[in-house]
């Protein structure tokens, strides 16, 4: 069984708090957190059970990791994944409900005396581990773009196949679930035309940069990670779009860098990082390989 869930935070006064539930079925307090829907992304996922057990919209930022348990469903024993996001809560109230009647709103030491079940204790603690803002980058690999060798014009002006309109549509439906405020995109034709949707859908310019590119990394490796680490500099989140070779040189470096130890760095077409910094060093490389799947 697939879940997702969030540690859901808010500044207060300077003083951050996070939300823990009390579920009267098992009369036990919680994290946020529940099932996924049949095709749902688990980042999406996450925001939803987080808003629907607590009343609160949110934003999602780095991830905390896994929380492995057997469960009973349906009378079966099933092994249950739960996958966790930072959750910064926008808006919103709590009312309570049959499956939440009390919600609280604790710092994180608080908190952790407060959950019952010691699995939802690994995301406060990884929680705590990073400063509870961080800037996402979103490097996201275009979408399918047919076949190179049976192009016969510029190669930056081939398009998107069928296949990459679905990604181009899959990450403007996605990829809002970060809030982003920029939409940055390497030259080629198949890479601006897979973040336009989404450029389109926040009401945002598509600001093109040649530095995410492969002829700029071909030129200079360094250009692309340079251009992913001052996105990750601003207090904002930004989306950019590049190329595979790109892509990998610059988390890979990245990931380098700080020790996070990625054995191979993937970079399907229709792919995403999402990368955490906090004060601009990176610390958190989360991968999914296809927006349009779970």
Request: net charge negative.
């Amino acid at each position: 069984m697939q879940a997702a869930g969030g540690v859901l935070w808010r500044d207060q006064d300077g003083t951050v708090e996070v939300a823990v539930v009390h579920r009267p079925r098992y009369d036990d307090w919680s994290l946020p957190k529940g099932k996924l829907d049949p095709g749902e992304l688990h980042v999406v996922g996450a925001l939803r059970e987080v808003a629907e057990e607590t009343g609160f919209t949110g934003v999602a930022g780095r991830t905390l990791g896994e929380s492995r348990y057997r469960v009973l469903d349906r009378g079966r024993d099933v092994p249950k994944t739960v996958r966790w996001w930072s959750i910064r809560a926008t808006g919103g109230a709590f009312v309570p409900g049959p499956e939440v009647d009390h919600l609280q709103w604790l710092d994180v030491p608080s908190a952790l005396r407060r959950v019952t079940a010691g699995r939802d204790s690994g995301p406060l603690q990884a929680f705590l581990e990073h400063p509870a803002t961080t800037t996402t980058v979103l490097l996201v690999r275009h979408g399918s773009a047919g076949d190179r060798e049976q192009w016969t014009g510029e190669d930056d002006l081939r398009p998107l196949d069928v296949k990459g309109q679905e990604q181009a549509a899959a990450a403007a439906a996605v990829l809002p679930a970060y809030a982003p405020v920029s939409v940055h995109s390497a030259p080629p034709l198949r890479c601006t035309d897979t973040v336009q949707p989404l450029a389109v859908r926040l009401g945002l310019s598509l600001q093109v940069d040649p530095a995410l590119g492969e002829k700029a990394w071909e030129a200079d490796p360094s250009a692309v990670v340079k251009a992913v680490s001052e996105l990750g500099t601003q207090p904002w989140t930004a989306v950019a779009c590049s190329q595979g070779g790109a892509v990998q040189e610059a988390v890979g470096a990245l990931t380098e860098q700080v020790g996070l130890g990625l054995d191979r760095v993937r970079a399907r077409k229709g792919s995403l990082w999402a990368l955490s910094f906090a004060g601009g060093r990176l610390v958190d490389a989360d991968y999914t390989a296809d927006l349009r799947e779970p």
